[in-house]
């Protein structure tokens, strides 16, 4: 990323990652991603806001040197994830005169994640402000938008949030502000539900936080910056909200047939009563595409056949990783085919116990489906539908 003015004397230096496709070998990014970090140049003192992943030392050194700065006097650690904070240690080494500023949370995280003399930070609080001579910056706690350490800066007389993870997303574009709205949502709504979905409560109470600041705009650590922010503020109050929508996420797993015919017999059953379907076959599917479904859904029905006298493992892991996210949906289910018996119910239960969700009746069928077993689907079908109307969402 070639180092930009985002207003005056205030730089994007960070760096562009084109190619990198997986986050912490887990995250799907099919668009990328950047690391974004800011330079501030006041009338007194100068400020970097973040640093970049450490596989980008370079680019961010560059755009330093690009900027003309010859002195930081802080360097402001929002987070101690390693996309941000991995290049401290070098910028510390390069501009030794840098205080290292963030709150205690986060120093204790950076001392053990890199090894960072303590005799280098200084340590703010909640509401805290450092002028920087014309400039003030004030810090805000906004734990859980990733990390429990994790804090943003205002920029009060320019009014723009540097927000960290907090609004961002996986996306790597040659704009420096949101040109396609769309496809912007669509990588911030992906990144919320990885990262943040299972501490919505947080985040909510972030939102209250930052609610009466006079933001013009906001200036994420991951994808372009916000120059319309009620924009992306709209949508995370529409995400952390209780509200659920009339969907259904399917996802599922089969062998040989029976627990697909189920699937799809659920899912025409479901579209007939007007009821949104979002299937996910595991053997193919976007991890990310499927945390994204689960933002907004009020059920989800898990579909696996009985292998290995359990859940297939990759229905388990979806299992894992729904109750690893805590969506807000209202209901669970469980189908699929066995052979002779197995522990898949009480397995798939257990694997969701963090979902404060009804457990509906499951439907498991011995060898491919039939008639009978069909109409237990179209009932779950009618459950379901009759389950969204008391909810008000059909
Ligand atoms: Fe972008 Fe949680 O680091």
């Known amino acids: 990323m070639a180092c930009r003015e985002l207003g005056t004397n205030i730089f994007c230096v960070g760096a562009i990652d084109w190619d990198r496709r997986l986050f912490d070998e887990l995250i799907p990014l099919p668009q990328g991603t950047s690391y974004n970090a800011y330079l501030i140049k006041g009338s007194e ?36 994830e390693q996309d941000h904070s991995g290049n401290i240690p070098t910028i510390l080494e390069r501009f030794p005169e840098a205080k290292l500023v963030t709150n205690p949370k986060c120093k204790s995280l950076l001392v053990d994640l890199l090894h960072i003399p303590e005799v280098k930070f200084q340590t703010i609080n909640d509401g805290d402000k450092l002028s920087l001579g014309d400039r003030t910056l004030q810090f805000i706690l906004t734990p859980w938008v990733h990390w429990p350490e994790t804090m943003s800066t205002y920029l009060e007389e320019e009014g723009i949030l540097f927000s960290c993870d907090f609004f961002g997303s996986h996306l790597a574009s040659s704009e420096i502000f949101v040109k396609d709205a769309a496809l912007v949502i669509n990588g911030a709504k992906r990144y919320y539900a990885e990262i943040m979905m299972p501490f919505r409560a947080a985040i909510k109470g972030n939102l209250e936080k930052i609610k009466n600041l006079n933001i013009r705009m906001i200036a994420p650590s991951h994808g372009p910056v916000h120059d319309k922010p009620e924009f992306i503020v709209n949508a ?14 399917i996802p599922f797993v089969s062998m040989h047939g029976s627990t697909r015919r189920m699937v799809d017999y659920l899912i025409e059953a479901l579209m007939e009563k007007d009821i949104q379907v979002e299937p996910f ?23 696996t056949p009985t292998v290995l006298a359990g859940a297939h493992p990759s229905a388990a892991y979806a299992a894992f990783l ?40 499951p439907v498991l069928v011995k060898g491919h489906p039939k008639d009978e077993d069909l109409e237990k689907l179209d009932k779950l079908a009618d459950l379901i539908l009759s389950k969204h109307k008391d909810l008000g969402i059909c």
């Not at 995370?236 to 996420?249: F, G, I, L």
């Not at 976007?286 to 994204?292: I, Q, T």
């Not at 689960?294 to 579909?303: F, S």
């Open 45 to 80: 003192k100068t400020a970097l806001l973040d640093t970049v992943d450490p596989s980008k030392t370079a680019e961010l050194l560059e755009n330093l040197d690009n900027s003309g700065v010859k002195t930081i006097d802080y360097l402001i650690a929002h987070h101690a």
């Open 322 to 361: 729904t109750n690893a996210l805590r969506p807000k949906v209202k209901f669970a289910a469980l189908i699929g085919s066995y052979g002779w018996g197995g522990k898949t119910v009480e397995q798939i239960k257990g694997l969701l116990a963090n979902l404060q969700a009804e457990i509906l009746e």
């Open 236 to 249: 995370y109050r529409e995400w952390t909200s209780d509200e659920v929508k009339n969907q259904v996420v």
């Open 281 to 303: 076959n595991l053997t193919v599917a976007d991890v990310g595409e499927l945390a994204m479904s689960l933002v907004d859904a009020a059920t989800v029905v898990i579909a």
